[in-house]
């Protein structure tokens, strides 16, 4: 918890490498601890990480990192019984769009 709040932190003052640092750290976590009790709760967890770190490679300005994790925590999220994280997910990804548009 405490890496994915100093992420969150590091996001928000524009520390995008230390941001990145800390939500690869929560991700690391998340999967041993999914490795430990497969449930889905903890699967959304690591769906989340994922999240967060395809906006801090959105701000890094790599894209094709932010599509990769966008697409990871898509599978995690259509395999689960909700869809809390959609909004998100569009939101994310309709960002990655308006980053490759020509002026």
Same mark, same amino acid.
């Given at each position: 918890?405490? *890496? %994915?709040?100093?992420? $969150?932190?590091?996001?928000?003052? $524009?520390? %995008?490498?230390?941001? $990145?640092?800390? /939500? =690869? =750290?929560?991700?690391?976590?998340?999967?041993?601890?999914?490795? @430990?009790?497969? *449930? /889905?709760?903890?699967?959304?967890?690591? @769906?989340?990480? %994922?999240?967060?770190? @395809?906006?801090? %490679?959105?701000?890094? &300005?790599?894209?094709?990192?932010?599509? =990769?994790?966008?697409?990871? @925590?898509?599978?995690?999220?259509? *395999? &689960?019984?909700? $869809?809390?994280? *959609?909004?998100?997910?569009?939101?994310?990804?309709?960002?990655?769009?308006?980053?490759?548009?020509?002026?």
């Amino acid at each position: 918890a405490t *890496s %994915y709040l100093w992420g $969150k932190v590091h996001l928000e003052c $524009k520390q %995008y490498q230390q941001a $990145k640092t800390m /939500f =690869n =750290n929560c991700l690391n976590m998340d999967r041993m601890t999914y490795q @430990a009790d497969p *449930s /889905f709760e903890h699967n959304r967890d690591i @769906a989340e990480d %994922y999240e967060w770190l @395809a906006r801090t %490679y959105l701000e890094l &300005g790599e894209h094709d990192n932010a599509i =990769n994790c966008v697409e990871e @925590a898509l599978k995690i999220n259509q *395999s &689960g019984p909700d $869809k809390e994280h *959609s909004q998100i997910l569009v939101a994310v990804s309709y960002t990655h769009l308006r980053a490759h548009e020509t002026p």
